[in-house]
């Protein structure tokens, strides 16, 4: 609904029309109608009839209304194009033809596109801090083409803020008292696989090791207008984390992370995998393969579990991440990143099994990823395609919102 459709001020806002828009609308206050040179007319009789009457007023019969039979369009080209006070003169004598069942000087409404206004939306659309500099969600200025925001803003304004859905992230932990996670923590969707428990709390040392999954879950989910650090891209989804990073991984560690409560969760995102070091081959072994594949087959109630995945940061080693058998499995959507500057940052790996690409940090002068970090704490340094695959969770979250019916693999298991 734009605000111009419902209530008054075609063309301006002014103090009067707020004052409307607060006392509920109401019409008289301000509305301004304009009035064209063309009118809607109901004739019975037939176009020749309707012809003889608009000469005789002086009008052009332009034809029947689309497919309304009777009604007419007629044109007059003697009176102003657009005026504010309805039409007088001779010509308006012809509602009183009794042929004229009914005729409507037409007037302009006031039709708002229903994109976003992104120059008035940033920077004071929420009220947390960091939000003004997450570049990747909304251009706050100039410096770059305004296409670096993936669109993100443009679901919202159509309602998809990930209500509903349901995201884990598999790492070392979640830091679920963290003030802009902890409104949408789930903990349904989270466990403990490395303590064996259902608290994926990280465990906390002076070199914040584990801070990883904290930063990737704000991405996805971090409370918006909250007057705290950061919003996530699906700031109404809920967020839960499954610590299996922190200790020894197994097949069955990763297993039972990847198969973790498959009729909740709906989106899992992983930003690790074997070693990017240009020579490791390695990929899920038979129970993680199992767990995938009964995940797509099964889980979300039989649309299958989503797997969003990194596809690795071995860029400068060489490596390749189709020599990862996570990122290049079918049963995962593989994530790769993109610098600020549009460019392919140093750490990136090619590969044919990425899916799409999402921004990330890129040389050290591009701008990094701002989340939420270890200790409450906001950081605005999150890196690599660690930080890409959960801004991909995040949209897909969206996306699922908006479709939930999407399949994963839809046809391929027919
Ligand atoms: C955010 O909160 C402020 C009040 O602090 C409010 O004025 C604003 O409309 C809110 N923004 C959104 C998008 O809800
Ligand atoms: C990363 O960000 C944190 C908090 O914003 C800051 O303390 C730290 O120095 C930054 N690290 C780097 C390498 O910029
Ligand atoms: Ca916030
Ligand atoms: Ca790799």
Redesign the pocket.
Known sequence: MGWGSRCCCPGRLDLLCVLALLWGCLLPVCRTRVYTNHWAVKIAGGFPEANRIASKYGFINIGQIGALKDYYHFYHSRTIKRSVLSSRGTHSFISMEPKVEWIQQQVVKKRTKRDYDLSRAHSTYFNDPKWPSMWYMHCSDNTHPCQSDMNIEGAWKRGYTGKNIVVTILDDGIERTHPDLMQNYDALASCDVNGNDLDPMPRYDASNENKHGTRCAGEVAAAANNSHCTVGIAFNAKIGGVRMLDGDVTDMVEAKSVSFNPQHVHIYSASWGPDDDGKTVDGPAPLTRQAFENGVRMGRRGLGSVFVWASGNGGRSKDHCSCDGYTNSIYTISISSTAESGKKPWYLEECSSTLATTYSSGESYDKKIITT?LRQ?????HTGTSASAPMAAGIIALALEANWKLGVFGTRFS
């Open positions: 970090d704490r906001c950081t605005d340094n």
